[in-house]
């Protein structure tokens, strides 16, 4: 990578990415969440520190870490606290990218204490978390990047477009977990849509690849010149 960082295509920016899960508590000893790793969003994270950048990533509950020190690593465990934190950060933020697969719903009451088991089911109100995609995209200047993940299992392209425009990103990384791709792997395939709808596919390729394509992706044609 010691061609990345001779040309440090990215001194003097500060990059957002927020990774991993989160976890919404049900209790002190439960919590909704899912499968993400945080890996593809830990790769974005080393590579734009590699080109330059300032970089600054909101990682949900996940053991995994950057390698890279220069790397500000802020943990949170929810979606509200992801949020608040992507919000102080954003006005200084010159390239925001949102890979964190966050909790669409969180318990409407979280339990004081563990909840017991008891005859029959158990009902847990949810209710909707904050977008914070959608919050930064739409509250974007002119000069700010934005770009957004879509993790779709069918309909891929057409739900890809409909999130790029509805959040307002300037670009949507559509993912398609099968084998080789996903949760937890180390490979990844993607295709990148731009606000022309225009569709660029990234073959099978390590998420450190991907990574690099991704921010080269935002160099060259997205960033202000
Ligand atoms: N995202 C976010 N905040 C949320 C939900 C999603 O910032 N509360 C971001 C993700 O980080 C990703 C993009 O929005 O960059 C798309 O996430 P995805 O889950 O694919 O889309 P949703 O809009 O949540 O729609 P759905 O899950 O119904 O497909
Ligand atoms: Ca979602």
């Known amino acids: 990578n010691q061609d990345l960082l001779s040309l440090s295509p990215l001194k003097d920016k500060t990059v957002l990415i927020t990774a991993g899960p989160t976890h919404e508590p049900i209790d002190p000893v439960r919590f909704i969440g899912n499968h993400s790793s945080g890996k593809m969003g830990i790769s974005l994270a080393e590579t734009a520190a590699e080109m330059g950048a300032k970089v600054n990533l909101v990682l949900g509950p996940t053991p995994l870490r950057p390698t890279n020190a220069d790397v500000n690593v802020i943990s949170v465990?929810?979606?509200?606290?992801?949020?608040?934190?992507?919000?102080?950060?954003?006005s200084l933020t010159d390239i925001s990218i949102m890979a964190a697969a966050v909790a669409d719903y969180r318990p409407k009451k979280v339990a004081d204490q563990k909840i017991k088991k008891a005859d029959g089911g158990l009902h847990i109100d949810l209710i909707k978390?904050?977008?914070?995609?959608?919050?930064?995209?739409?509250?974007?200047?002119?000069?700010?990047?934005?770009?957004?993940?879509?993790?779709?299992?069918?309909?891929?392209?057409e739900n890809a477009i409909g999130k790029l425009h509805k959040k307002n990103c300037d670009l949507i990384v559509l993912n398609s977990p099968s084998f080789n791709t996903g949760f937890g792997k180390d490979t990844n395939e993607v295709t990148l849509i731009n606000r022309k709808e225009e569709q660029i596919t990234l073959g099978l390729k390590s998420k450190q690849d991907i990574a690099k394509d991704i921010l080269l992706h935002i160099t060259d044609h997205l960033l202000p010149k």
């Open 129 to 157: 978390n904050p977008d914070i995609l959608f919050d930064l995209g739409n509250k974007k200047s002119a000069t700010q990047v934005v770009v957004g993940f879509a993790l779709e299992t069918e309909n891929g392209i």
């Open 77 to 90: 465990e929810t979606a509200v606290h992801m949020h608040q934190e992507c919000e102080k950060l954003f």
